[in-house]
């Protein structure tokens, strides 16, 4: 009985101390959070805006089409066999990081320097709705905009969904690391930044150069023979991060009178497999497009219209490689073959319609 006496003061002591600790660990986490959120924020909307470097169109013909996309459209869409096949320029605003966000407030600050585009052209990716646009590109094209503050409601961080649940640091960790990267890169000498091959002005001598000098970083994909098993990559469906970004940009293009192609650029077979959820994503698509009358979606992904297994054709991919990128003769074939399908669409006597895939 003593003995019981004696431990019950101390139990109480430790289970004091042991909330008093939890409680702590709480309240800074979610005060260290908060400031983190809030520099976040100053950082990114003070920023001076650096002067946008607009591109010479390439090619030459009657108006403008402008590309819009990520780094598998800057790959995937050859400027010279579309220009040559629809008699048009090519304005290609397409690298990493262009997603809904970003290509909406680029046609938006598009419009104050070109005329109408004659046609757009829209790159589609199968993460397209999963990823966020690069904060410090969007602070490049407008210093204005709002950008979305770090929110944790309804975030977890896959690495440890237990520990997100009680710590906001852990749970916005991605979007913290981004921002620290962002500081990291405002700080570098200019000589010292990353420059994309998009975001330069070459001369047409130098434009080959360019391009074999930005595949050096691009992962190379597994080639070889299909493997029992492999990663599969499931697909977040609309409206995910940016999808609000993309319906703004669509509903724009239509008030505008703009014709717009949505295309399902190809990726190589092992990649096409690994994106497993494809009727999912082009179901979405298809269902997004509806009500406008100007607006095309065209279907290469998929072994009917192009050659997925031609590894000859590609540049990576492959069974557990989600990303996959044509190279320069896969190129030339995908632009032939999408050049022709949008001249044929484009002298048609009836207006292009719905979701229809050609």
Known sequence: MPERNVKKPEIKILIFYSLLLAASFIFFDRLLFLALREAAAHFYVSMKTDEFPWLEPEGSGNGQILILGTSRSYYGFDDDVLSSILKAKIYKQAQPGNYPQYNYY???KYKTTFPKP?????GLDYFIFERESINLELVRLDNTIQLKKMNPQGVSNPSSPWLSRASWLYRLKPKTDEFIADLWKFDRKPEEA??????????KEKKLELKRKSRRGMPRGAFGP???TWPKSFYHSFPGEEGVFLKRLLDELDQDGVPAFLVFIPEY???YETNFEQEKFKRDIRQLVTPYEKLRVLDFNNLEKFDLNNSRLFWNGGWGVSNSHLNDKGARLFSRKLAMDMKRILKSDQPARGPKAS
């Open 118 to 122: 004659r046609l757009v052209i829209y």
């Open 106 to 108: 680029f046609y938006q």
């Open 269 to 271: 077979i092992g990649s």
């Open 194 to 203: 990353e420059v994309h091959p998009a975001a330069s002005q070459p001369g």
């Open 226 to 228: 299909k493997p029992r």
